[in-house]
């Protein structure tokens, strides 16, 4: 959405070289001079290419009226800074006019995903409708984040099918690291012996798979960068997305 500087000049001049066709046609027409056409056509059209090149630039700081449909699934273990990083994304980015959603997991799994488990099956289940979710807000100007675990590659692959744009980014954190945080408890809980009546069983990169993702737009590492860091990576790749 937002043209390059290169992109604005290039239609700018092939807009120009059309119209000097027309003005040279118009002009040479009615005084039957090649000087004079020749003259009127450079300063009228040295002008236009300024005026269109300033003119497209400061409409590229305008957000108003532009769609902005846009499709994030983030995808990353339990722990890693998912929701923590697409909320503060959303502040940021509501902040500079656009409309922006977060699909959250946990919170989905409260409403309209309160039926589902954790089985593989209830999993892609689970992401389908977040997906689908996803996809009506995108097609409707709102840049939306999904905030899930999102372990598996096949259903990844069908939700970048699913949008016309999407785009898959990978919040990345170490298992060890995660352990460390636990800012939840979960990790204690899927780490405790079975048969353990506090255990969580098919708990994600402890006792479930977790598929790297083969095909990512975007790797947030939150191990080695701050929230505010990822946040501004994050938001800066949207922006260029849009
Ligand atoms: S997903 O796998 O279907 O994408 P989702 O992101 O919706 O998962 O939900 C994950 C959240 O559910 C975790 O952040 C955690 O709070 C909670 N949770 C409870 N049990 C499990 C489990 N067995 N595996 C992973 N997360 C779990």
């Known amino acids: 959405m937002n043209d ?28 039957d001079d090649m000087h004079q ?41 339990s722990g890693a800074g998912k929701s923590t990083i697409a909320k503060k994304v959303q502040k940021g980015l509501i902040k500079k006019g656009f ?19 954790f089985s593989k099956e209830d999993r892609n289940t689970n992401i389908r409708r977040l997906g689908f979710v996803g996809k009506v807000l995108a097609r409707n100007d709102v ?3 999904m905030s899930a675990i999102n372990p598996y590659e096949e259903i990844r692959k069908e939700l970048r099918e699913l949008s016309g744009k999407s785009r ?12 460390k945080r636990d800012t939840k408890g979960l990790y204690r809980k899927a780490l405790l012996p ?13 006792s479930d798979p977790f598929d790297s993702p083969l095909v990512c737009d975007l790797i947030i590492n939150t191990e080695k960068e701050t929230i505010e860091q990822s946040a501004a990576r994050l938001e800066k790749f949207i922006l260029e997305s849009v």
């Open 4 to 31: 390059k500087k290169e992109r604005s000049i290039a239609k700018a001049f092939s807009w120009r070289g059309l119209a000097v066709l027309a003005l040279g046609a118009i002009t040479y027409g009615i005084t």
């Open 37 to 77: 056409t020749s003259i009127i056509t450079i300063i009228y059209h040295g002008l236009q290419v300024g005026i269109f090149f300033f003119h497209e630039r400061i409409w590229s700081h305008v957000n108003w009226g532009r769609t902005t449909g846009l499709f994030i699934q983030m995808t990353g273990l």
């Open 99 to 117: 409309r922006v959603e977060v699909i959250d997991g946990d919170e989905y799994r409260e409403g309209l995903c309160s039926d589902l488990g």
């Open 143 to 145: 840049i939306t984040i």
């Open 168 to 179: 898959t980014v990978f919040i990345n954190c170490g298992l060890e690291e995660l352990k």
């Open 194 to 206: 079975d048969g353990d009546p506090e255990k969580i069983n098919n708990f994600t990169g402890i």
